[in-house]
Nanobody, 117 residues
Framework: QVQLVESGGGLVQAGGSLRLSCAAS????????MRWYRQAPGKQRELVATITSDGSTNYADSVKGRFTISRDNAKIAVYLQMNSLTPEDTAVYYC???????????WGQGTQVTVSS
């Protein structure tokens, strides 16, 4: 089992920044890609950003140029730096980890990000 704990959410004004963190613990061996998802009220959960173990990244079009995903392989942690936030970024943000060898994946409990206009 893998435990993922997110932190760093909160309330920020439009144009501001937040940095989310996600720390993995437990059976962390085999974690490859780590991702950030978000879910706004009344909407489906959407993929925000992905980072693989070799550092390759991918972003949703809506956050390109504003968000940056990074990871610390020694700590098995992933971060999401969010800049130029808009009210449309308001959502619960979830950390996700995938272990391809075990064909399993894990989710964090989520952290609320609220951007006021």
């Amino acid at each position: 089992q893998v435990q993922l704990v997110e932190s760093g959410g909160g309330l920020v004004q439009a144009g501001g920044s937040l940095r989310l963190s996600c720390a993995a613990s437990g059976s962390i061996f085999g974690i490859n890609s780590m991702r950030w998802y978000r879910q706004a009220p009344g909407k489906q959960r959407e993929l925000v950003a992905t980072i693989t173990s070799d550092g390759s990244t991918n972003y949703a079009d809506s956050v390109k140029g504003r968000f940056t995903i990074s990871r610390d392989n020694a700590k098995i942690a992933v971060y999401l730096q969010m800049n130029s936030l808009t009210p449309e970024d308001t959502a619960v943000y979830y950390c996700h980890a995938y272990r391809p060898w075990y064909l399993d994946d894990y989710w964090g409990q989520g952290t609320q990000v609220t951007v006021s206009s």
